[in-house]
C-alpha cells in the first residue's frame, strides 16, 4: 500500500522567513496530493492540494510542487507569520479511493 | 463544504467496556472514513464507511474491535469494542464529497481509557 514520509518533523523560522516541507510517496498510482494544517487542539484543515497532472500550484503565500517521476511533493510558505505556527501533513490518495495516507507531520515555529 | 458533528467531543471510559462516536454531516457526501490519531502523531486511517454496505478496514483494524455503520449518506458511526488503555486516542471523522477532493473533518472525539 501507500506510503508516505515526510520531513523535517519540526521546522523553526524567523518571522518573513521561508519554509519547506518536503514528501515522497510508495505508489505511483496516486494522484491527489493535499495538504493539511492543524493548530493545537483542532480538526485538520485544508491549506492547498495538487493533483496529480500539474506541476506546481500556488496561493498567495502557499505553494505546492510535484515531481511524479521522483514521487515527491513540497510545500512552500513564504513571508512566514506567527498565525503559520502549527502542525503540517501532507497526504497522498491512492488511485480513486478517496481515503487519505498522511506523512508523520511536521511542527513549524514561526518566531517573531 | 461540509459541515460535520462528531458526539462526544471527549470520554474517559473503563477498560473493557466500548464507546460509540457518531458522526453527522449537514448534507448527503459520498464517501466518510474514520482515522485515529495518536497523541503527537498523524493520522490513521481506519476505515472507509461504506453506506449500506460493510466497512473497508485498512490493515491492522478490524471489525471486531471497530464495527462501523453507515445507515445513509449523512451518518455513520464507529464504536472502539473492549477498551485498552492503548485505543486512548483522537478519533475524527472525515468526508469527502467526490474521490480526490476536500476532506472535511470533524472536531475529533478524545478518548481516554483508564
Known amino acids: 500500500g501507500e506510503n508516505v514520509e515526510q520531513h523535517p518533523s519540526t521546522l523553526s523560522v524567523q518571522e518573513g522567513d521561508s519554509a519547506v516541507i518536503k514528501c515522497t510517496y510508495s505508489?505511483?498510482?496516486?494522484?491527489?496530493f493535499p495538504w493539511y494544517k492543524q493548530e493545537l487542539g483542532k480538526r485538520p484543515q485544508l491549506i492547498i492540494d495538487?493533483?496529480?497532472?500539474?506541476g506546481e500550484k500556488k496561493d498567495q503565500r502557499i505553494a505546492v510542487t510535484l515531481n511524479k517521476t521522483a514521487k515527491h511533493f513540497s510545500l512552500h510558505i513564504t513571508e512566514t507569520q506567527p498565525e503559520d505556527s502549527a502542525v503540517y501533513f501532507c497526504?497522498?490518495?491512492?488511485?480513486?479511493?478517496?481515503?487519505?495516507?498522511f506523512g508523520q507531520g511536521t511542527t513549524l515555529q514561526v518566531k517573531p | 463544504s461540509a459541515v460535520i458533528s462528531q458526539k462526544p467531543s471527549r470520554d474517559i471510559c473503563q477498560r473493557g467496556t466500548s464507546l460509540t462516536i457518531q458522526c453527522q454531516v449537514d448534507s448527503q457526501v459520498t464517501m466518510m472514513f474514520w482515522y485515529r490519531q495518536q497523541p503527537g502523531q498523524s493520522l490513521t486511517l481506519i476505515a472507509t464507511?461504506?453506506?449500506?454496505?460493510?466497512?473497508?478496514?485498512e490493515s491492522g483494524f478490524v471489525i471486531d474491535k471497530f464495527p462501523i455503520s453507515r445507515p445513509n449518506l449523512t451518518f455513520s458511526t464507529l464504536t472502539v469494542s473492549n477498551m485498552s488503555p492503548e485505543d486512548s486516542s483522537i478519533y475524527l471523522c472525515s468526508v469527502e464529497q467526490a474521490e480526490n477532493t476536500e476532506a472535511f473533518f470533524g472536531q475529533g472525539t478524545r478518548l481516554t481509557v483508564v
Open positions: 497526504a497522498a490518495a491512492p488511485g480513486n479511493t478517496g481515503k487519505l495516507i
Open positions: 505508489d505511483s498510482a496516486s494522484n491527489y
Open positions: 495538487i493533483r496529480s497532472n500539474v
Open positions: 464507511a461504506n453506506q449500506g454496505s460493510e466497512a473497508t478496514y
